[in-house]
């Protein structure tokens, strides 16, 4: 198995822009994560799926944001607009059981 | 709630020194207890994993014990490698909770040679 495949790798953008991070998790598993991971606040959760379905967006720090998974194959996390500081490195972590598989990650530079 | 707090890094050691980072734990329930590693530039991996107290998750070297009387899981090394610099983590699992886990803040670890 290729793994959890995320893309891009990296993005940069101008603030006010929109952006879209993209995952594919591993095939079966049936629980999707989007974690953010910056120097100051660590690593966040910010949303989880079940079976496609959104269980908890209590992470998710802005309206701003909105992430959705329309199949068991794919997600995406938007940001629109994008501000500076929604810098980060973005993680997409897939499970079957209770271990989780994480993805390379996105990194996202706002300007 | 759930939560994990583990020691503040950086920890700095010497090739072939011994390491312990420390692991403690509040859940309701029994959940399982793992930590994962994340290289530069990379995501996290699993390292090891235990489900039941007293059980011991081990890999490449690494070693920690599920204490449910101390509500413990400390990382051990007897000798670790410059390749063994990275961040951990520990994590628990959230008992009905859609394989979610619960993550400490992590550890830096710098081994020099």
């Known amino acids: 198995d290729a793994g959890v495949i995320q893309s891009p790798r990296h993005e940069v953008t101008e603030m006010g822009q929109e952006v879209t991070l993209r995952c594919k998790p591993i095939?079966?598993?049936?629980?999707l994560f989007w974690y953010r991971q910056t120097m100051m606040r660590g690593l966040e959760l910010l949303i989880y799926?079940?079976?496609?379905?959104?269980?908890?967006d209590s992470g998710m720090p802005e309206d701003r944001f909105s992430a959705k998974m329309p199949n068991a194959s794919f997600s995406t996390l938007k940001i629109q607009p994008s501000e500076p500081r929604d810098s980060a490195v973005y993680f997409c972590?897939?499970?079957?059981?209770?271990?989780?598989?994480f993805g390379p990650g996105t990194r996202l530079t706002v300007l | 709630g759930d939560s994990v707090t583990q020691m503040e890094g950086p920890v700095t050691l010497s090739e072939e020194a011994f390491l312990t980072i420390n692991c403690t734990y509040t859940?309701?329930?029994?959940?399982?207890l793992f930590w994962y590693v994340q290289y530069p530039g990379e995501g996290l991996q699993l390292l090891l994993k235990?489900?039941?107290?007293?059980d011991k998750g081990s890999n490449k070297g690494f070693e920690a014990t599920y204490r449910k009387e101390t509500t413990s899981f400390h990382l051990e090394k007897g000798s670790v490698q410059v390749s063994d610099s990275a961040v951990y983590f520990c994590?628990?699992?959230?008992?009905?909770?859609?394989?979610?886990?619960?993550f400490g803040a992590g550890t830096r670890l710098a081994v020099h040679p």
């Open positions: 972590a897939s499970s079957n059981r209770d271990r989780q598989y």
């Open positions: 859940a309701t329930g029994y959940p399982s």
């Open positions: 799926f079940n079976n496609n379905v959104p269980i908890d």
């Open positions: 095939s079966g598993h049936n629980s």
């Open positions: 994590a628990l699992s959230v008992q009905g909770g859609y394989n979610k886990l619960i």
């Open positions: 235990a489900t039941k107290a007293d």
